[in-house]
Nanobody, 124 residues
């Protein structure tokens, strides 16, 4: 499985960005997907996850109401729409997929395949 994240960039506080993650080499539609982020000097943390069908989503409290995760199984792609961005959202954002199709989790350890990361910088 290969995951390719894109869409990061620099934006002012209050702005929006949309991240994309294209998957290849596996059966994308069978698996939940997650987004995590890692700020400088901090551990990688959960941001959002979506079930294989897209019918169920989880969000970290820090992004709830501002970020939306979605997926297009026909395009093997998962998205993260980020609105009302804050300077504390600055981080490298990673998409991830678990090894097992039955896994749907907020825990980093449950994810086995990771994209290369895309940098989001929010200035005040």
């Amino acid at each position: 499985v290969q995951l390719q994240a894109s869409g990061g960039g620099s934006v002012q506080a209050g702005g929006s960005l949309r991240l994309s993650c294209a998957a290849s080499g596996g059966t994308f539609s069978y698996y939940a997907m997650g987004w995590f982020r890692q700020a400088p000097g901090k551990e990688r943390e959960f941001v959002a996850a979506i079930s294989w069908s897209g019918g169920t989503t989880y969000y970290a409290d820090s992004v709830k109401g501002r970020f939306t995760i979605s997926r297009d199984n026909a395009k093997n792609t998962v998205y993260l729409q980020m609105n009302s961005l804050k300077p504390e959202d600055t981080a490298v954002y990673y998409c991830a997929q678990p090894e097992y199709s039955g896994s749907f989790s907020k825990e980093r350890e449950e994810y086995d395949y990771w994209g290369q990361g895309t940098l989001v910088t929010v200035s005040s």
